[in-house]
C-alpha cells in the first residue's frame, strides 16, 4: 500500500542526486544535468523490458479449464 508513494519519494531523491552529480559534465558541447537521471533509468529498464521479451510466460489462452472457456465464448457480447 506504501510502495507507490515511498517509491516516488526514493525516485525523486534519488534522480536529485543524480542531476547534482553530474550538473557540469559537458558532453558534445551540452550540458548532462537533469538529463543524467534519465540515461542511469533507462539501464534498468531496458534490461527489464529485454527480459520480458525473452522470458516463456503463458500464452494467452493457455490457462484454465477448455469448458469454462468454451462457455464464456459463448455468452460473449458482441458489438458492431
Do not use: Q
Amino acid at each position: 500500500m506504501l510502495g507507490l508513494p515511498i517509491g516516488n519519494a526514493l525516485a525523486f531523491v534519488f534522480s536529485g542526486m543524480i542531476s547534482r552529480a553530474f550538473e557540469d559534465t559537458v558532453v558534445m558541447g551540452h550540458k548532462i544535468g537533469w538529463r543524467a537521471a534519465f540515461y542511469v533509468a533507462l539501464i534498468p529498464g531496458l534490461l527489464c523490458g529485454l527480459g520480458a521479451r525473452c522470458s516463456s510466460g503463458a500464452r494467452a489462452g493457455s490457462h484454465g479449464n477448455s469448458r469454462i472457456s468454451a462457455r464464456r465464448s459463448e455468452t460473449e457480447i458482441r458489438i458492431g
